[in-house]
């Protein structure tokens, strides 16, 4: 389990996730501690797991990946489940994938640059797969938030 992070852990992290190019010396004025002090706290950060890794956000649009489709799945059988996870972790265009409670099994976050791609990747990549019983494709149309920020304040602060 991760340790509980401290205010300035949190700030740090907060400050991270909005801009992973801000020089240490940028954050340790923010939060009132020294180039070093950041380096060293951020290298624990990493070492714990708090920070996975650091990587560049990109407009999916720059890459012609224009439809974001949300993916229910009813999967039959713990093999075939295994096998599912195992398919779905290697498609690039699944963003995300999620093990959820309800009638469905799974929850696809897919990016492609068109229906056709879609219409692509559910013959190549679900239609194929053993278990697959169902599946509910929801098209979004437009996305008023899509953030990958997470809300860095305690849990009691949050509301």
Do not use: W
Request: proline share 3%; charged share 25%; aromatic share 4%.
């Amino acid at each position: 389990m991760i340790a509980v992070l401290d205010e300035i852990d949190r700030n740090i992290v907060a400050m991270m996730q909005v801009d992973a190019t801000l020089a240490y010396a940028d954050l340790g004025e923010r939060v009132g501690l020294s180039a070093s002090t950041i380096n060293d706290r951020l290298k624990r950060l990493r070492a714990k797991g708090v920070i996975r890794r650091v990587s560049a956000e990109i407009d999916p649009h720059a890459l012609g990946l224009d439809l974001m489709v949300i993916v229910l799945v009813e999967v039959t059988g713990r093999a075939e489940e295994l096998a599912f996870i195992t398919a779905m972790q290697a498609v690039p265009a699944v963003m995300e994938c999620h093990h959820v409670a309800g009638e469905f099994s799974y929850l696809l976050k897919v990016r492609v640059a068109s229906t056709a791609a879609y219409e692509h990747f559910l013959d190549r990549h679900l239609k194929t797969l053993a278990g697959i019983r169902r599946t509910q494709s929801l098209i979004a149309l437009s996305s008023a938030k899509d953030s990958r920020v997470l809300p860095s304040q305690a849990p009691a602060e949050m509301g």
